[in-house]
């Protein structure tokens, strides 16, 4: 995943997302058992691909970073305190 994909997902409209396409949130699933790297590629995976972006009890909820830290420390970040 690039920056320039990050950005256009960032950007994306909630109205514009077809709900079908992103996943439950209660369906992700960290596997705490893999190093940091490997698990932020799990999640991002089951998150099909765009961190922004799941659903809680059937609504679409986009997720934003106040700020000025990268998304990727983020979520290291929020994995190291798993």
Request: aromatic share 6%; glycine share 4%.
């Amino acid at each position: 995943m690039i920056a320039i994909d990050l950005e256009r997902m960032w950007n994306m409209d909630v109205r514009d997302v077809d709900p079908a396409t992103i996943p439950d949130i209660k369906d992700i699933h960290i596997d705490t058992s893999l190093p940091p790297v490997e698990r932020m590629a799990s999640v991002l995976q089951q998150m099909n691909g765009n961190p922004y972006f799941f659903r809680s009890r059937g609504l679409v909820v986009k997720t934003t970073f106040k700020g000025e830290a990268r998304l990727q420390d983020i979520l290291e970040d929020c994995i190291r305190k798993l």
